[in-house]
Every structure is written in C-alpha cells, then in structure tokens.
C-alpha cells in the first residue's frame, strides 16, 4: 500500500487498484460480455418455443384428424352389419336398423322400398347375418369420408336352406353433422 500521512490512511487505496477502473465503469463492461453471449441462447429458446408450439398443435390436429377417421370406420362398419343382418320374422327390427345413424334421405330411400323389400323378404323367409372383415377410408374431403367396407354375409332362404356366404364390397358415406355421425349414402363399390 501507499501511505503518504495518517490522515490519508483511511483512504488509502492498495496500488494494484490505484489506476484501475471505476466499479461503476467496470459492471458496465461485465454485462456487455453477458449480455452479448445471452442473446443467442435466448433467441435459441424462442425459436425452439415457437416449433415446439407449432408441432404440439400440428399433432393435436393429427390426433383429431386420426380420431375421426376412426369414428367414420366404426360408424360404417356397425352400420354395414346392421344392413346386412336380417329375419323375416322380424322385419321392424331390421328396418329400425338401418334409419338408425341414416341421413334423411337415406331413410327415405329405405322407406321408397320398404314394402316391396318386405315382401320379398316374407315370401323367400330370409334370414341373413352381416359379418364385416376389413373396412378403410376409401376417400375423404370436407368432413365427409366414404369408407370402403368388405363384409361377408351369411343368407338362407326357401330356396336355399343350407346357408350360403356371400361376400360384399360396400361404399358408406358418413359425415359428422355437430359431433352425430351419419351414414348419408351406402351401396355397392364399383
């Protein structure tokens, strides 16, 4: 230390920090560094942020997309098996089945043969049973999916007492109309 009189020693500053810099100057230029070497590292974690945001949404999208693709299948498929499972003994039942889930139209297609269906179904004493094997999306555009099902049904009648299996190759066409889904078209895929 520099002593120069008893007076002086209580602010007697060692030499070593004697020429050095102000506190106040030297904090300023500790914080540039810091700050210099911060900002990427914080733009880092915004743009990370930012597309881990983008493909949390982008997944919940898929997820929901996914979910009603499979809502759409379920909803053709258990449709597919209530069309193909009938008695005569019974042809209410078999025509509560197929309005159920059915689009207006669809059951007013249904209710334009009802009689004649009826009929035929008497006279012949058919009973049939609907097992469906594999089902996909065959197409979907703006909340309508037509569904391609394959299903087997089992038939026997007057004519033919020993039952006998057929297979079949349906197009179902459902929609989500305010979270119900419905069957708006079925027939055969061509």
Do not use: C
């Amino acid at each position: 230390m520099v002593e120069t009189d008893a007076a002086e020693a209580k602010t007697a500053v060692p030499e070593d920090k004697a020429a050095t810099v102000p506190e106040g100057s030297r904090r300023r230029r500790i914080r540039w560094p810091v700050v210099i070497a911060a900002v990427p590292g914080v733009v880092l974690a915004v743009v990370f942020g930012v597309l881990w945001h983008s493909a949390a949404g982008d997944l919940a999208a898929e997820r929901e997309q996914e979910q009603d693709r499979q809502m759409a299948v379920n909803t053709a498929t258990e449709y597919t098996a209530r069309s193909l499972t009938y008695d005569y003994r019974s042809l209410d039942a078999f025509f509560e089945g197929v309005d159920q889930g059915a689009s207006q139209s669809l059951q007013d297609r249904y209710d334009g043969v009802r009689e004649a269906l009826t009929a035929i179904m008497n006279e012949s004493q058919v009973v049939a049973t609907g097992e469906v094997l594999s089902a996909a999306i065959d197409s979907e555009s703006g909340g309508e999916y037509k569904v391609a099902v394959f299903a087997r049904q089992t038939t026997q009648n007057v004519q033919q007492p020993d039952p006998g299996k057929v297979p079949n190759l349906l197009l179902v066409t459902v929609t989500d109309q305010d979270g119900q889904w419905i069957v708006s078209d079925y027939g055969p895929k061509t």
